[in-house]
Antibody
Framework: QVQLQESGPGLVKASETLSLTCTVSGASVTRSSYYWTWIRQPPGEGLEWIGYIYYSGTTRYNASLKSRVTVSVDTSKNQFSLKLTSVTAADTAVYYC?????????????WGRGTLVAVSS | QSALTQPASVSGSPGQSITISCTGTSSDVGRYNLVSWYQHHPGKAPKLLLYADSRRPSGVSERFSGSKSGNTASLTISGLQADDEADYFCCAYAGPDTVPFGGGTKLTVL
């Protein structure tokens, strides 16, 4: 059974860098056929795709966040990570990591429970 | 504002059926047969209910079904149960550089 767990600080100061890690169990991040993805949901709003990394190291990001986002993978720890620089209050959200099928139907097969990150001024 | 439009809320009584719509455009919902639906109980991980418009993953109840007409996809839940009370959201494939989601629909079981 594949499980994903987000971890990281719940409070980040404005203008600093938000850093989160997603620990994967029950599957390897080096497996092809999946994108390892970050998604967020600001309070009272809908979900927003942030970006993904493929096992080869290929990444793609939401154009609106691209200049501030980096997604990376640590195969030795079976984790992937998110860094978002120069955060503002608008980056306050629940952040989810997810495994997305890219071989057939592009659905998000498995999600983490999410972690709330608040940006303080 | 979310890319895909869902009703904010729906409600139904136990045993009844409800339908949640997800409206996009000819570039996403209407272009590919790749709409997926998720159930989210607050505080838990979202759960995949349907993919490829209407396919159910192993383990998902037959009470959940999906359909699509033009730029609007629909999720139908039949035989409503108390545990179905949750948030539901849709997602569509729209190419490699964007992933549109619906704004989510809160289902209340009366």
């Amino acid at each position: 059974q594949v499980q994903l767990q987000e971890s990281g600080p719940g409070l980040v100061k404005a203008s600093e860098t938000l850093s989160l890690t997603c620990t994967v169990s029950g599957a390897s991040v080096t497996r092809s056929s999946y994108y390892w993805t970050w998604i967020r949901q600001p309070p009272g709003e809908g979900l927003e795709w942030i970006g993904y990394i493929y096992y080869s190291g290929t990444t793609r990001y939401n154009a609106s966040l691209k200049s501030r986002v980096t997604v990376s993978v640590d195969t030795s720890k079976n984790q992937f990570s998110l860094k978002l620089t120069s955060v503002t209050a608008a980056d306050t959200a629940v952040y989810y990591c997810a495994r997305q099928d890219m071989a057939t139907s592009y659905y998000f097969e498995t999600w983490g429970r999410g972690t709330l990150v608040a940006v303080s001024s | 504002q979310s890319a895909l439009t869902q009703p904010a809320s729906v409600s139904g009584s136990p045993g009844q059926s409800i339908t949640i719509s997800c409206t996009g455009t000819s570039s996403d919902v209407g272009r590919y047969n790749l709409v997926s639906w998720y159930q989210h109980h607050p505080g838990k991980a979202p759960k995949l209910l349907l993919y490829a418009d209407s396919r159910r993953p192993s383990g998902v109840s037959e009470r959940f079904s999906g359909s699509k007409s033009g730029n609007t996809a629909s999720l139908t839940i039949s035989g409503l149960q108390a545990d179905d009370e949750a948030d539901y959201f849709c997602c569509a494939y729209a190419g490699p550089d964007t992933v549109p989601f619906g704004g989510g629909t809160k289902l209340t079981v009366l």
